[in-house]
C-alpha cells in the first residue's frame, strides 16, 4: 500500500455514531450464517481421554490472571454435551458452525504420534454436524498450545512452527475427508502481543521482542500447515483469521496521524502484508527497530507465509481512534493496555463516548464496511468470511425464564447491515459467524462476559436461546428462502 494513501485514509474526521438501522438485513440466498465457538472457552474436561496441559490451563491456575480465579475445566462441558449443542445448532437453522481443536487433546505433549481419543472426540462431533446438515468449519489453534511446547520456547521459538505443520498434517489427515475448510490460525495478533508483550493472555510473558519474534512463528506455522493441508488435499479450502480494525486518527495533526499510522501497522498490516503479500511492511519494521531487527526471519520463509489461501477471516469487533503524544484532546483520552503495542507505547486509545459492550468496547458498525472495502480495495483477496462478530451484555433469564437480548440484537443486526453494504461495494463477503454460539469462558475475564446468542446457565449447564438466536433464526430462514418468498 502507498503511505500516503493510507495516511489519508486514516486521518479522516472521526466517525461519530451511526443511527440505529432498523432494517433487516437482506443477504445473498447462499450466505453462510453460522455461529462461532473455541475449543478452551467451551469443551471442559481438561483431563479427559489423554488430553494434556495447555497454557490456559497453566495461565488460569495462576492466581490473579483471570477474573475470579475462573479456570476452562469445566466451562460449557460441550466435549459430553456436544450432541445437545448441535441440536440447538439445528434447530436455529445454522448453515455452517465454526470450532477449534484443542492441540492438547490431539497432542498431549506438542509432538509425535495423535492420541486417538482425542481426535476421536472432534470425529464425533463432525458426523454430528453433518447428520444435521450444518457445514464443520475448523480452526486449527485457537490459543491453547501444548503446554509442553511452551516449556520448550513457545511461539517465540521457530521450532514451534514446525509442530504446529505436524500438528495440522495429523488433524487433517483424520479430519480432511470431512472437513471441507479450515483456517490454521485464529488472531495471531492476540496470541503474540497479549499472549508476549502485554501478557495479558497466556502464556503471561511480557517481552516485546519475544513478541515480535511469535508473531513471525505463528505466520509461519501458517504457511507451512497450508502446505501441508494442501500436498495431502489439494481440495481442502484453508485460510487464516486475522482481527481487524479500523484505525482512525484522533485529528490531523502530524502526530495523530503518526499514532494511527503506527497502530494500523501493528494490528492490520503486520499480518495482512506478508500473508496476501509476502513482506513485511517496511514502516513497521522500521517502527519496531528499537525492540528488533528481525534477524530471526530466514530467506523464503516469506514466500512460505504468503502461501495462497481460499478464504480470509476477518474478526471484527470495534474501531480504534488513537492520538499522539501532541494531541490536543487529552482530557478525555484514555490509555488501554499500552503494552501490548511495542515501540509505540505513547499511543493513547481514545474513548468517543459511544455505546458500549460489556467488554467496554465501543460500538461501530460502520467500521466493519471500512475494514472490508479496505482489504479488498488494497490486496488481492480471496473471498471473505466474517468468522467472529458479536458482543457480550450482562444478560439474565426474567421471571419467566426467557432471556431478553435487544442490545444484542440491534447490534447483529447493525453489523449483518454492514456485510450487506460491503457486498453491495463489491467486497467478495460470502458468509459469517456470529460470536458465539454459547455463553462460554471470555479468556482473562472468565465466565463475567456473556457473548451467546444461547445463555448458559453455569451451574446446571442449562441452555436457553436468547431472543437474539430466535431473531438469527429467522435471518437464516428467511436468508434461505427462494427468492419468491422473500419478496423480490
Ligand atoms: C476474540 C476471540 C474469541 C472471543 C472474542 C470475544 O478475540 O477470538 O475467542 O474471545 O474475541
Known amino acids: 500500500m502507498n503511505l500516503e494513501t493510507a495516511t489519508a485514509r486514516l486521518t479522516g474526521p472521526v466517525p461519530q455514531q451511526a443511527p440505529a438501522p432498523d432494517a433487516e438485513p437482506r443477504l445473498p440466498a447462499d450466505f453462510l450464517l453460522g455461529a462461532a465457538t473455541a475449543a478452551y472457552q467451551i469443551e471442559g474436561a481438561v483431563d479427559t481421554d489423554g488430553r494434556g496441559p495447555s497454557i490456559w490451563d497453566t495461565y488460569s491456575r495462576t492466581p490473579g490472571m483471570v477474573v475470579d480465579g475462573h479456570t476452562g475445566d469445566v466451562a460449557c462441558d460441550h466435549y459430553h454435551r456436544y450432541a445437545e449443542d448441535v441440536a440447538l445448532m439445528a434447530d436455529l437453522g445454522l448453515s455452517a458452525y465454526r470450532f477449534s481443536v484443542s492441540w492438547p487433546r490431539v497432542q498431549p505433549d506438542g509432538r509425535g504420534r495423535a492420541n486417538a481419543r482425542g481426535l476421536d472426540f472432534y470425529r464425533r462431533l463432525v458426523d454430528e454436524l453433518l447428520a444435521n446438515g450444518i457445514e464443520p468449519w475448523l480452526t486449527l489453534y485457537h490459543w491453547d498450545l501444548p503446554q509442553p511446547l511452551e516449556d520448550a520456547g513457545g511461539w517465540p521459538a521457530r521450532d514451534t512452527a514446525h509442530r504446529f505443520a505436524d500438528y495440522a ?6 479430519l480432511g475427508d470431512r472437513v471441507r475448510n479450515i483456517i490454521t490460525l485464529n488472531e495471531p495478533w492476540c496470541s503474540a502481543f497479549l499472549g508476549y508483550g502485554s501478557g495479558a493472555h497466556a502464556p503471561g510473558r511480557r517481552d516485546p521482542v519475544a513478541a515480535v519474534r511469535a508473531v513471525h512463528h505463528l505466520l509461519l506455522g501458517h504457511g507451512f500447515a497450508v502446505q ?3 500436498a495431502a488435499r489439494p481440495d481442502t479450502r484453508v485460510g487464516i483469521t486475522l482481527n481487524l480494525y479500523p484505525v482512525t486518527a484522533y485529528s490531523d495533526s502530524k502526530g495523530d496521524a503518526d499514532a494511527a499510522r503506527r497502530i ?9 502484508d506478508p500473508v496476501l503479500r509476502g513482506a513485511y511492511p517496511a514502516d513497521v519494521l522500521g517502527d519496531l527497530a528499537p525492540v528488533t531487527d528481525f534477524g530471526h526471519v530466514r530467506d523464503g520463509d516469506l514466500a512460505v507465509i504468503a ?13 480504534y481512534v488513537v492520538a499522539g503524544p501532541d494531541s490536543d484532546q487529552p482530557a478525555s483520552a484514555q490509555w488501554r493496555a499500552p503494552s501490548a503495542w511495542p515501540g509505540s507505547e505513547h499511543v493513547r486509545f481514545l474513548d468517543r463516548g459511544l455505546p458500549r459492550t460489556a467488554m467496554d468496547w465501543e460500538i461501530d458498525a460502520p467500521g466493519l464496511v471500512e475494514v472490508l472495502t479496505r482489504v479488498a480495495g488494497e490486496y488481492p483477496t480471496p473471498p471473505i468470511y466474517i468468522t467472529e462478530n458479536g458482543a457480550a451484555f450482562p444478560d439474565e433469564p426474567a421471571a419467566d425464564g426467557q432471556v431478553r437480548d435487544p442490545d444484542r440484537v440491534a447490534y447483529l443486526r447493525a453489523h449483518l447491515l454492514a456485510c450487506q453494504e460491503a457486498i453491495a461495494r463489491g467486497v467478495p463477503v460470502r ?7 454459547l455463553d462460554n469462558f471470555e479468556w482473562a475475564r472468565g465466565y463475567s462476559q456473556r457473548f451467546g ?3 448458559v446457565d453455569y451451574p446446571t449447564q442449562r441452555r436457553i436461546p436468547k431472543s437474539s438466536a430466535r431473531w438469527y433464526a429467522d435471518l437464516i430462514r428467511s436468508t434461505s428462502a427462494p427468492t419468491s418468498s422473500r419478496g423480490e
Open 169 to 174: 498434517a495429523l488433524v487433517h489427515e483424520a
Open 228 to 230: 501441508a493441508i494442501r
Open 264 to 272: 494500523d501497522g501493528l494490528a492490520n498490516r503486520l499480518f495482512l
Open 307 to 319: 502461501a495462497r489461501m481460499d478464504h480470509l477471516g476477518v474478526n471484527y469487533y470495534t474501531r
Open 431 to 437: 458468509g459469517y459467524f456470529v460470536w458465539s454460539l
Open 453 to 455: 446468542i444461547i445463555y
